[in-house]
């Protein structure tokens, strides 16, 4: 299988516990993205890479969360100190930027569940 | 990136085409429109984008009016695993521009 994988595909943590979510690009996909669903809601954007360079934050990313692609191959996303509102699905996707081509491939997703 | 407006949701019985609307009355000339669907519990599928021009793929067609404001997903027969919320999602390409704008999108309810 050649897709974005993302692992684990569910995670069950307490309040107040860190946790760490892996992201494996399609293979030569120079841009990745973290997004967040929750329940009822369409995906929102979080971060995104351009191969090893995080450009761009969103307001929803608070200073607990932080995510890394160290070669510019896989990325991690680390929630610090995790909350009952963290409860969600992070999704991973990934795109090779090439001219104006730029179709954005997503994973299966990692569910969280903070009790 | 411009909004869209989608209805909440359809039916559609099996084996019959199901179209799906969505409304981008403020699109610009350099956006484009994405289509990407999510079965439950699963992440979002890449359908088919298009700038102006009809686009056709293995999955789907894509209508796109000729003034841009409005365009029609085609599931040619549907079956019953394209049940699923339906994403209409413009956005420029190239660039700086790269954050998909996901809306409530469209349920589909594909009926036997």
């Known amino acids: 299988d050649t897709g974005v994988s993302q692992d684990p595909r569910h995670k069950i943590t307490k309040r107040g516990q860190n946790v760490t979510f892996r992201c494996d690009p399609i293979s030569e996909h120079n841009r990745l993205y973290w997004y967040r669903q929750t329940l009822g809601q369409g995906p929102e954007f979080l971060t995104y890479?351009?191969?090893?360079?995080?450009?761009?934050k969103s307001r929803l990313l608070s200073d607990r969360f932080s995510a890394e692609r160290p070669k510019g191959s896989f990325s991690t996303l680390e929630i610090q100190r995790t909350e009952q509102g963290d409860s969600a699905m992070y999704l991973c996707?990934?795109?090779?930027?090439?001219?104006?081509?730029?179709?954005?491939?997503f994973g299966p997703g990692t569910r969280l569940t903070v009790l | 990136d411009a909004k869209t407006t989608q209805p909440t949701s359809m039916d559609c019985a099996e084996g019959r085409a199901a179209n799906l609307p969505c409304n981008h009355s403020t699109i610009s000339g350099n956006e484009y429109v994405y289509w990407y669907r999510q079965i439950h519990s699963q992440g979002p599928q890449y359908i088919i984008h298009?700038?102006?021009n009809n686009e056709t793929n293995e999955m789907a067609s894509l209508i796109i009016t000729e003034d841009r404001k409005s365009s029609t997903l085609i599931l040619p027969h549907a079956t019953l695993r394209d049940t699923a919320v339906y994403y209409c999602i413009v956005m420029a390409r190239g660039g700086s521009n790269y954050k998909l704008t996901f809306g409530k999108g469209t349920l589909l309810t594909v009926n036997p």
């Open positions: 996707a990934s795109s090779l930027a090439q001219g104006s081509a730029d179709t954005q491939y």
């Open positions: 298009g700038l102006k």
């Open positions: 890479f351009q191969n090893e360079a995080q450009l761009e």
